[in-house]
């Protein structure tokens, strides 16, 4: 029952269940209330095709352009499953054009990808005019499919990796420029997560502005803020801040985050944890659009038709042109299509890949 959606301008954007369009600010309030979404929801539950689905703590979340907030999604997806399904996601749906890094930044922390392994065995040592043909293996976030599985399920290696020993971890020359007390109170904690918790609860602790005229208040302060800088030091040790941390450990219903892909033309998004409920979830595809924004349109700056095209490193207006008055840019190679995403005309970005191009025909 897929019918045809008017492309309109603006922050609006449809449900992925009634397919009812709905204003940007209103589509939380109405996927909370939808009924064909109840509806499918418990025929789903029902379907032979429902059975595989396995029951988990699901996270709505909320992603838009910092920049471009006229590109938005809705999704739900696993608690339990790694940032690293969410960055797959994002690349797919809205940003992936050369592999380029990425990382999302919770609180104060970043939560990286790692450059892929570099392999020199894969080099050749070849002639300066066949440099161009030099290949790099690396890994890449693409062939996951099985990742995804192995997200949902809690491995032996989890158990183990909550182990924590200070000494192990630490040298005992580092631990000397630690604040004595807090030493020892990690000395007494076997636990990563309990270890990161005392450590995200010092981290809390406000620091008072000193009073100037009195000595030591302003020595009190710089200690304090040395004592914080410790702390986080600690932090970035003892947690995994790589996008194998679990979304349910590092966020909570409310949180704002923030997501970055590519560090030289960026495209920045905001997101949101909404809301968390229990529900059915499909481990082989765990990220579910539920709701997204309508393609804005764009005129051709030569002759107000349809622009299809848009002239690529100059987001803007003047920039987008129907085929006819593209022609002149044509072998270029800056000519991107205008596709439905907040990296429109960056980079090489040329839309989705191919499971999320049609989504909701859009
Ligand atoms: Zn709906
Ligand atoms: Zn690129
Ligand atoms: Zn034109």
């Known amino acids: 029952m897929i019918e045809q959606t008017k492309v309109k301008p603006g922050y609006s954007g449809i449900c992925k269940f009634c397919r009812g369009e709905f204003d940007r600010a209103k589509m939380t309030q109405h996927l909370k209330n939808c009924k064909e979404r109840v509806r499918l929801e418990a025929e789903t539950a029902k379907s032979p095709k429902g059975k595989k689905f ?8 909320v992603l838009e352009g910092k920049y471009n907030p006229q590109y938005w999604m809705h999704i739900e997806m696993p608690a339990e499953a790694q940032l690293i399904l969410l960055d797959d996601f994002i690349r ?5 054009c050369c592999d380029h890094l990425s990382s999302f930044q919770i609180g104060e922390f970043y939560y990286k990808s790692e450059p892929p392994s570099f392999d020199y065995s894969s080099i050749e040592i070849i002639g300066p005019d066949e440099a161009a043909s030099i290949e790099v293996k690396g890994t890449t976030s693409e062939d996951s499919e099985e990742e995804d599985e192995e997200d949902l399920e809690d491995s032996e290696e989890d158990e183990n990796y909550d182990k924590f020993d200070l000494e192990e971890e630490f040298d005992p020359i580092l631990l000397e420029t630690i604040p004595a007390d807090i030493v020892a109170k990690l000395q007494t904690i076997h636990s990563r997560d309990d270890a990161s918790k005392y450590l995200r609860e010092e981290l809390k602790v406000k620091i008072p502005a000193p009073n100037d005229k009195d000595r030591e208040s302003v020595m009190q302060y710089f200690q304090r803020h040395d004592r914080q800088r410790a702390v986080k030091f ?13 979304l349910g450990k590092v966020l909570s219903v409310g949180q704002k985050f923030f997501y970055t892909y590519d560090f030289g033309s960026s495209t920045n998004l905001n997101l949101r944890i909404v809301s968390e409920r229990e529900g059915l979830v499909n481990p082989k595809d765990a990220v579910m659009v ?11 700056s030569v002759c107000d038709a349809p622009a299809t095209l848009i002239f ?7 920039n987008t042109y129907c085929k006819k008055h ?8 800056l000519l991107l299509p205008i596709v439905n995403s907040p990296r429109v005309g960056v980079c090489g970005y040329e839309g989705p890949g191919r499971k999320y191009a049609h989504e909701f025909d859009v």
């Open 54 to 61: 396995v029951r988990s703590k699901l996270f709505h979340i």
């Open 92 to 96: 797919a749906a809205w940003v992936e």
């Open 234 to 246: 600690l932090i970035e040790m003892i947690e995994d801040h790589s996008l194998y941390a679990e």
């Open 290 to 300: 539920v709701a997204r924004n309508l393609a804005p349109e764009f005129k051709c």
């Open 312 to 318: 690529g490193g100059a987001w803007g207006d003047g």
């Open 326 to 333: 593209a022609k002149k840019y044509e072998g270029e190679g």
